[in-house]
Nanobody, 122 residues
Framework: VQLQASGGGLVQAGGSLRLSCAASGRTLSSANMGWFRQAPGKEREFVAAIFRSGVITYYADSVKGRFTISRDNAMNTVYLQMNSLKPEDTAVYYC????????????????WGQGTQVTVSS
């Protein structure tokens, strides 16, 4: 499967963005999906994940209550709605698949696509 993240951009603090992760090559309906981000000079970190059914989700504490992950299996797409953005949310955001559940480890995810840049100005 090939993943392509999009929807990033420049936004002021307090603003919102909606990221999309489109898949090609195979259906995502059987895959658990996650979003990660990587800021300059920092390690890639977990942001959110969603079970293949779309019913169960979990989040990093730093984004809980502000970000919402969702999916549309018919569209083969996963989304990340980001509200109340902060300058510390600035990073390149990536989506990936996993066969695991309740994991936040980068090594448990695969099929990394190209990321999308999110920049939040203060």
């Amino acid at each position: 499967v090939q993943l392509q993240a999009s929807g990033g951009g420049l936004v002021q603090a307090g603003g919102s963005l909606r990221l999309s992760c489109a898949a090609s090559g195979r259906t995502l309906s059987s895959a658990n999906m996650g979003w990660f981000r990587q800021a300059p000079g920092k390690e890639r970190e977990f942001v959110a994940a969603i079970f293949r059914s779309g019913v169960i989700t979990y989040y990093a504490d730093s984004v809980k209550g502000r970000f919402t992950i969702s999916r549309d299996n018919a569209m083969n797409t996963v989304y990340l709605q980001m509200n109340s953005l902060k300058p510390e949310d600035t990073a390149v955001y990536y989506c990936a698949t996993t066969t695991h559940w309740e994991t936040t480890r980068v090594s448990d995810f695969g099929s990394w696509g190209q990321g999308t840049q999110v920049t939040v100005s203060s």
